[in-house]
């Protein structure tokens, strides 16, 4: 079985009866559990409606670095993350590719995220891009201990992720590790702890080969697996159980009941 371990439902350009279909054609590929992750804490309440009614759907609650006009104070995520049915924090983290004078922005709300989660001892999901230096050392800084995380829709390199490993964190792929392109990301998929990874699909976004051009969806995880899978020379079955595994011990609020 497998988890689409980030994914954005309530971006997906469908209504509630074609979301329906979207989560069952998933499960019909085997994919058993979504994470609904949050870019923005003033619309968590409606992303919260538009999941609320699948009960293999979890939730996320946090600021995008690219979402800072949504920018909230530290109280009100505390309120929110708070929340029983808020299983990790974020999406949080640095994005210097798309905004990087936002700098400064990126940098409080990253710290307030990682505040928050060492408080409610929930895991950060983190998003980062053309910001390793930045995003690690701010890590080390307000990281407590006992926080865990992922750094998720990795595109860096493989001495980023081997640090973040070291601080306890896994990485999770996308469609991304699929592209032509990717060379270099595959060879971190390649390197990587398997006990360390997850796969995910960004979803709506980032669609895999071969369904370049398609809005992505939950179901198309299968593909991410399948192709980090023949680069490890394993079976898709033996990925899918680490990946599968990994995701519970992070996201250790959401019960495992297959």
């Known amino acids: 079985m497998y988890v689409d371990?980030?994914?954005?439902?309530?971006?997906?350009?469908?209504?509630?009866?074609?979301?329906?279909?979207?989560?069952?054609?998933?499960?019909?590929?085997?994919?058993?559990?979504?994470?609904?992750?949050?870019?923005?804490v003033?619309?968590?309440?409606?992303?919260?409606?538009?999941?609320?009614?699948?009960?293999?759907?979890?939730?996320?609650?946090?600021?995008?670095?690219?979402?800072?006009?949504?920018?909230c104070e530290i109280d009100q995520l505390r309120q929110v993350c708070q929340r029983d049915d808020v299983v990790a924090v974020g999406e949080t983290g640095l994005d210097y590719y798309y905004s990087a004078d936002t700098k400064t922005v990126q940098m409080a709300s990253f710290i307030d995220h990682i505040h928050v989660a060492n408080e409610t001892g929930k895991p950060l999901i983190i998003h980062t891009r053309d910001a390793r230096e930045d995003t690690l050392a701010t890590l080390e800084t307000h990281l407590a201990s006992h926080t865990k995380g992922v750094l998720h829709c990795f595109t860096e390199s493989l001495e980023m992720a081997e640090r973040a490993i070291e601080m306890g964190f896994y990485i999770s792929f996308s469609g991304i590790v699929t592209f032509r392109s990717a060379d270099e990301l595959r060879a971190v998929a390649k390197a990587i702890p398997l006990d360390r990874m997850l796969i995910e699909t960004d979803s709506p976004w980032l669609a895999?080969?071969?369904?370049?051009?398609?809005q992505n969806q939950p179901g198309f995880v299968v593909e991410v697996a399948e192709c980090i899978a023949n680069l490890r020379g394993i079976s898709t079955a033996t990925l899918a159980e680490a990946t599968t595994r990994n995701f519970y011990s992070l996201f250790d609020r959401i019960s495992h009941v297959s």
């Open 208 to 214: 895999p080969v071969p369904h370049r051009g398609k």
């Open 5 to 40: 371990s980030h994914c954005h439902l309530d971006r997906l350009d469908q209504d509630h009866a074609q979301l329906t279909k979207t989560l069952e054609f998933a499960q019909q590929r085997g994919v058993e559990h979504f994470l609904c992750v949050s870019v923005s």
């Open 42 to 71: 003033n619309e968590f309440e409606s992303m919260r409606k538009t999941v609320a009614p699948f009960n293999n759907v979890s939730m996320s609650c946090g600021v995008h670095p690219l979402h800072q006009e949504d920018r």
